[in-house]
């Protein structure tokens, strides 16, 4: 009988030690993720700075906000499809698109950073492949605010998990049940162990991720160049001959002068 008891004990002792590496296992593995979405986001920065700045180089060239609400009137598109600027610096270029005429330049630097703009927000969407320098032959996607949403809501899941199902409370609910003698004493105490357990809940619990906090830009993408392109070039035509100044001088600075 002794030996079915210390095979009983040792039993439970195995399982025990089982569900406390699963226990902390799990955490290690959500304080993993954290860490690795927090890497993510400082990886998606220089693509938000990057939106920015292409929605900066196409308000210079459209030289006010009226102007830029007129531009998308005449595209057919609401004036929220060109993001802020946020005061971020434009793209530069180091030369303007070659053309005969002045106008036909603001035309086509207007064309050029409109491409810009549409580009960047794709990548922003739903981001760009490129070959992996470390795998030759291998394509990667760079970080994009679809990708982080999923991973982000992916997070939140487990984390939820975690904090209720796994909690340190239910755990130690678990190994008691499984120690008569350490039930009945409890229960001559008034649970105390069990209330403590409780009480660590709210200290070991895992802070779901905010997303909404981080405050990414919500965008929509842009038509493609060509499905606007008459609309454009007869805005551009327009605000040319009407404006001359004012564009001679935002295409300086789009070409850096």
Known sequence: MSDISDYADQLQADVISDMAESFFGDRKELDNALEAFAAMVEEFVPVIEKLFRAAATLRLLLLDEATADAFCAELGLEP?????????PILVHESLPFALTGKGRYVNCVEAAYRGLFDALRDYIHGRCYNDPKRPGRKRMTMHYKRLEEIADIINEKIHKANNDRSVSSVLREVKNMNPEQME?????????????????????????????????EVVELPPLNEVEPALKRFCKRVYEERPDDVRKAMDTFRGR
Do not use: K, Q, T, W
């Open 80 to 88: 929220c499809r060109i993001p802020p600027a946020e005061e971020a």
């Open 185 to 217: 004493r409890e229960d001559l105490l008034g649970d105390v162990c069990y209330r403590r357990g409780e009480g660590f809940d709210s200290d070991m619990c895992f802070m779901p991720i905010d997303f909404d906090g981080y405050h990414f830009p």
